[in-house]
C-alpha cells in the first residue's frame, strides 16, 4: 500500500524520465498508475477517469513549456488539472446585511451539528448575531446537544418540536426574529441516507418554508465513493450552494473533497479541522492539491510557522544562542505542536516524506514523554539546567512517569541542540532541534 | 423485511455501477475484467483487493462458473480470515446460515471508533439484541466529552428499560466505566456496553485516553472488557483500514461493526481491513431503530457487494 496519492503520482509520473517527447503510449501507462492512485485516495471513478482522460489529451505530444523534463510536465499537468478541479481560488459563502439563513444537510454522523456550532462562534467573533435552529427531531439528544453548544458560544436557540410542520417552525422563527434581531440563522437538520425518499421529502418541505440563502452540504473528508452519488443527490433535490469538510485533521486523503466539488460544481468553504468549536478554516484548493500531490502544503505550514513567530517575539524566547535554555526548548516544543501532530507537519514538508524510511513513524509518544519530564522540572531547573543533579534528575523521573535514562537521554539531547545553536547562531534562527 | 431487502430496496433507487457492469459483462464472451476491477473499486474494495480478486476469479472461472460466482467466490476468501473456515467453505459448507447469535466472549463489550459511524446508536442496537436473548444488560456512558453524549444513550437506555450508568458531562470516560464495571459484577448482570466518546485515530492522546479506560475496566472486573468491537461507517473510503490498524494496535479489537449499510454504500473496505487485521465481523447495521442490526453473513455481505438478484448466487 503506498502512503499517499502524491508518492503514488509521482512514482508513476518518473517512469516518463529521461524521455524527449512524450508518446501515447508511455502516457497512457503512466496515467493508468494515476487512476488507480486516485482511486486509492477515494476520488469517486468516474471523476477520477474525466481527470485521467483531460491529463491525457493535455500531456500526449506536449511542447508546453520545454524548461520542464517531460516527468515533470506531466507533474505540473496533473497539478494544474487537480486545482482546476478542486475549484481554483479559497471563496467563502456571502454574507448580505440582514437575513442569512443557512440550511445545513447531509449523511448521518457527517457533522452538521459540530459545524453549526463552529459557524455560531466563528461568526459571532465577527460581529455577527447568530440564531440556532434545531431541526434535527430524529436522533436521541440532537437538541440538547446544540443546546449545549448554543449556550458555549452564546447564541440563542429555537428548537424544533417533534412532529412539527415546517410552515409553524417558519412562523416561530419568525417571531422569534422580531423579537430579538438576528442576522445569520443556522438551521441543523437530522442526518439522512440520499435514498431515503421520505427523508429527502422532508428536508424540500423545510428547505421551502425557511428558504435558506446558502445550502451547505457537509462532507466527512473520510468518504469513499458514496460521495458522487449523495453530492449529486442533494444537489439534485435540495440544491448544494457550497461544500463543508468535516473531519480533516484525520488521515484520509482527500479524494472525497475532489469528488463533491466536480460533481456540484460548487466551492468548498470551510474544512474542520478539530471538535472544538474554533476548529473550522477556509478551505484552499491549491494548498490541498499540493497535500495530494505530496507537494508538500508549503503555504500553509509558512503561514503557520509566521503566526508563530509573531507569537514567539512576546512570547519570550531568549535570544541568543547561548542562553537557550530548557524553558526554551518547552516552548519551542509548545509551539511546534500547536502546528500538529509531527506526522502532519511532515506532511507539510516538501520531500520530507519520502526521504523517511518505509514504515518510520514519528514517535508522537517520545515527544509526550518529553514534554512530560520538561513540565515536572522547577522554573530554576529549567532555566539552569546545570542544577540538575542525580538527585534532582530521580525526582523529576519520578514526577514525569518516566526513568532516569529517559531524563539523561533528554539532557544530552538538550546539550547537542545547544551546541549546534552555538554554530548555526550567526544566522539569528532557533533550529527546531531536539534530536533523538 | 429482513436486512436484504432493504437493502435490495436501496439498490434500486439507485443505479448501481456495479450492478450493471457485472450483469452486462457477464453476459457477454468476452469480460472485461479491468471494468470489473474498477467496479469493485467502486464499492470501496480498494485498488488493491480488487485487482487480486479479479486475477483470483479469473483462475475461477477456467472450472467453468459463471463470472458473478467466479467474483463471489474471490470476494469470499478475502473475507475469511480463517484458513480452515476458508477450506470449509470451499468444499460447500454454509458456514454462516445456521449461525443465530454472536455471543460476545465476555461479560463487558467496550465500543470504539471514529466521530459519527454510529457507536451509540449501535450500542442501543445491541443492548436490544442482548435482551432479547435472555441476557441482563446494562449500559455505560462513557462519551462524556461530545455535547450531550451521555444524554443520547440515557434516551436508549429509558426507551430500552436498560440501566444506563450516566457520569457527569466533562467529567472522566475512565471513571465512568470504572463505575459501571464494578457495579456490574457487584450486581451480576449478564453483560455491560461501554460507550466511548469518537475520536480520530490519529489523535494521540485521545488513542492513549482510550488505552486508559480500557486498563481501568479491567482494575474493576479483572479480564475484561473481553471484547472491543470497533464501528465502522459503510460509507468509509480506503481510510477505513487505517483507522481500524490504529484502534486495534492501540486497543486489540476482537471484532468489528459495519453500520449504514441500509444506504447505497456497500462497506468494500471491510475486505482490506479483514485482509490485514483478520479481526473478523460481527453486525452490521442497517437502519436508526433499535432492531435495526444483524449478525454478518459473508456471503450475503458479498451478494449486495455485487449488487443485482440476490437470489441467482
Ligand atoms: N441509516 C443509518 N443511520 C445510522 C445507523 N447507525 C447509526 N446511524 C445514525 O448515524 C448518526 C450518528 O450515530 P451515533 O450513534 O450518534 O454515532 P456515534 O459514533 O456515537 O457518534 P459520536 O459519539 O458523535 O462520535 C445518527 O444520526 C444515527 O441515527 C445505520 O445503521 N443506518
Ligand atoms: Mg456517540
Redesign the pocket.
Known sequence: MFENLGDRLQGAIQSLRGRGRLSEADVKSALREVRVALLEADVALDVARDFVKRVEAEAVGSETLMSLTPDQRVIRIVRDELQALLGGDSVQPELRSDGNVWLMMG???AGKT?TVGKLAYHFKAKGRRPLLVAA?T???A?RD?LEVLADRVGVPILKVEDGEAPATTKARLDAALREDFRDLVLVDT????EI?EALMDELAALDAAVGPTERLLVIDAMTGQQTLPVARTFDARIGVSGLVLSKMDGDARGGAALSATHVTGRPIYYAGTSEKLDGLEAFHPERIAGRILGMGDVLTLIEKAEALEEAAEDGGLSGRPQDFSLADMLHQMRQLKKMGSFGEILGMIPGAKKMMPAGADVDEGELARVEAILSSMTDAERTTPRLLDASRRRRIARGSGTTVQDVNRLIKNYEATKKMMKKAGKTGRLPAGFGG | MSWFDRLRRGLGKTREVLTTDVRDLATGANVDWEELEFSLVAADVGAGIAADVVEEAKRERESGTSVREALEAALLDQLEPDRRRQTLRRVGFDLDVARHRVEPAGKVVM?V?????????????LGRYYQEAGKSVAFAAG?TF?AA?SA??GVWGERLGIPTHVGPDGGDPGAVAYDAAAARAARGHDLLII?????LHTQHNLMEELKKVKRVIGKADEGEPKDVWL?L??VTGQNGLQQARRFHDAVGLTGVI??????SAKGGVLLPIVRELGVPIKF?????SAE??QPYDAAAFVRALLGGDADAA
Not at chain 1, 437530522?190 to 441516507?193: D, E, P
Not at chain 2, 459495519?258 to 444506504?263: A, E, M, N, Y
Request: charged share 25%; no cysteine.
Open positions: 449523511l448521518q454522523g459540530t434535527d430524529q436522533r436521541p440532537a446537544q437530522a442526518g439522512r441516507l431515503d | 465500543v471508533g471514529v466521530n459519527g459511524v454510529g457507536k451509540t446508536t449501535t450500542i442501543a442496537k462519551d461530545r453524549g443520547q444513550l460507550d466511548t466518546a469518537g475520536r464501528v461507517d459503510a459495519v453500520t449504514k449499510l441500509d444506504g452490521i447495521g442497517v437502519g436508526e435495526d442490526l
